[in-house]
């Protein structure tokens, strides 16, 4: 414990002295981590809202007006029959105008224009996800088409579908765009702590000529690296925070309607831990490969030299 307080110490130190590049090194950082974030959140919201809208999937069979009490049992039946159904409603003509008409009341006129009705009475059958795969789907709404009495039948099912589709593959141009942020991130860091090195050079040549250990030659760089890259992380999140509270103060309760949400989540307490510990270690890398082996052997045999060349001119 008293190794790791003594290279925080001469972390702190470094990150002092140069903290102009180890200021633009955490903006870096922290711009990888708001990005990503960003997107974790947004994916979780889409896939919460997908999921919300497959389980309340519905199929609807239209049944003509000539049907008689006889076909309407038998469409009835069929779809309490089917294990892909968990519950079945009757709308009726007149329930089935309201709806329209609540939903586009500009259109209040046109249908009013008709003697009768256009919105014609159907079943509304909720589907069971975990059990309608799409072979089983599509050979019910056959047989549901075939029924006496059926006008149509139609599944919102390809909607939801295509939207989890469109949210995977969003989710996954995210990661790929915060990767190239993490590598850019990790660059600069690796830079900062390349001139922190620089600057200490004659300090760990007299480590290496004494014979230091490498970890305590390598300890407070890659503190560094650990402290920039956490720092990063604390700042994305907290800026994450403050723009994910500004959108549901604003427009917190219609979104999370539209999207058949009970409010707008943020970030779970193991994702955000997860950032903060991986942007650290991505600085915890980056100032390990500042100030790796090979730079340290190649230094090591520099110095060496220089010495020998010291003691002895003629070399």
Same mark, same amino acid.
């Given at each position: 414990?008293?190794?790791?307080?003594?290279?925080?110490?001469?972390?702190?130190?470094?990150?002092?002295?140069?903290?102009? *590049?180890?200021?633009?090194?955490?903006?870096?950082?922290?711009?990888?981590?708001?990005?990503?974030?960003?997107?974790?959140?947004? *994916?979780?919201? !889409?896939?919460?809202?997908?999921? %919300?809208?497959?389980?309340?999937?519905?199929?609807?069979?239209?049944?003509?007006?000539?049907?008689?009490?006889?076909? +309407?049992?038998?469409? =009835?039946?069929?779809?309490? %029959?089917?294990?892909?159904?968990?519950?079945?409603?009757?709308?009726?003509?007149?329930?089935?105008?309201?709806?329209?008409?609540?939903? @586009?009341?500009?259109?209040?006129?046109?249908?009013?224009?008709? =003697?009768?009705?256009?919105?014609?009475?159907? @079943? =509304?059958?909720?589907?069971?996800?975990?059990?309608?795969? =799409?072979?089983?789907?599509?050979?019910?709404?056959?047989?549901? !088409?075939?029924?006496?009495?059926?006008?149509?039948?139609?599944?919102?099912?390809?909607?939801?579908?295509?939207?989890?589709?469109?949210?995977?593959?969003?989710?996954?141009?995210?990661?790929?765009?915060?990767?190239?942020?993490?590598? !850019?991130?990790?660059?600069?860091?690796? *830079?900062?702590?390349?001139?922190?090195?620089?600057?200490?050079?004659?300090?760990?040549?007299?480590?290496?000529?004494? $014979?230091?250990?490498?970890?305590? /030659?390598?300890?407070?760089? /890659?503190?560094?690296?650990?402290?920039?890259?956490?720092?990063?992380? !604390?700042?994305?999140?907290?800026?994450?925070?403050?723009?994910?509270?500004?959108?549901?103060?604003?427009?917190?309760?219609?979104?999370?309607?539209?999207?058949?949400?009970?409010?707008?989540?943020?970030?779970?307490?193991?994702?955000?831990?997860?950032?903060?510990?991986? *942007?650290?270690?991505? $600085?915890?890398?980056?100032?390990? %490969?500042?100030?790796? +082996?090979?730079?340290?052997?190649?230094?090591?045999?520099? %110095?060496?030299?220089?010495?020998?060349?010291?003691?002895?001119?003629?070399?």
């Amino acid at each position: 414990m008293r190794a790791l307080g003594n290279y925080l110490t001469d972390a702190i130190a470094g990150l002092r002295a140069a903290w102009r *590049s180890a200021l633009l090194a955490t903006a870096a950082a922290a711009a990888a981590v708001f990005v990503l974030g960003a997107f974790l959140l947004v *994916s979780a919201t !889409a896939a919460a809202a997908v999921e %919300g809208w497959s389980r309340a999937a519905e199929l609807s069979v239209f049944v003509t007006r000539e049907a008689d009490a006889v076909a +309407r049992a038998r469409i =009835e039946q069929t779809l309490r %029959g089917s294990p892909l159904v968990a519950e079945v409603t009757w709308v009726s003509e007149a329930e089935a105008t309201r709806r329209f008409l609540d939903d @586009f009341p500009d259109l209040a006129g046109l249908v009013r224009s008709f =003697e009768r009705s256009p919105i014609p009475p159907s @079943f =509304e059958a909720g589907l069971i996800t975990a059990e309608a795969g =799409e072979p089983a789907l599509a050979s019910f709404v056959e047989t549901l !088409a075939a029924l006496p009495g059926v006008a149509d039948v139609r599944v919102d099912r390809g909607l939801v579908d295509r939207l989890n589709t469109l949210a995977t593959g969003a989710r996954l141009a995210g990661l790929v765009l915060a990767a190239v942020l993490a590598g !850019a991130a990790a660059l600069a860091v690796l *830079s900062v702590i390349r001139l922190s090195y620089v600057a200490r050079r004659d300090e760990v040549d007299i480590l290496l000529l004494v $014979g230091a250990p490498l970890s305590t /030659i390598r300890g407070p760089f /890659i503190a560094e690296g650990w402290l920039q890259g956490t720092a990063g992380a !604390a700042v994305a999140l907290a800026g994450l925070w403050a723009a994910h509270r500004a959108v549901v103060a604003r427009t917190g309760p219609a979104l999370a309607r539209a999207l058949n949400l009970e409010a707008l989540p943020f970030l779970d307490w193991p994702v955000v831990l997860a950032l903060l510990v991986g *942007s650290g270690l991505v $600085g915890a890398l980056a100032g390990l %490969g500042a100030v790796g +082996r090979r730079v340290l052997a190649r230094d090591d045999a520099q %110095g060496r030299l220089g010495e020998a060349s010291r003691e002895d001119p003629t070399r």
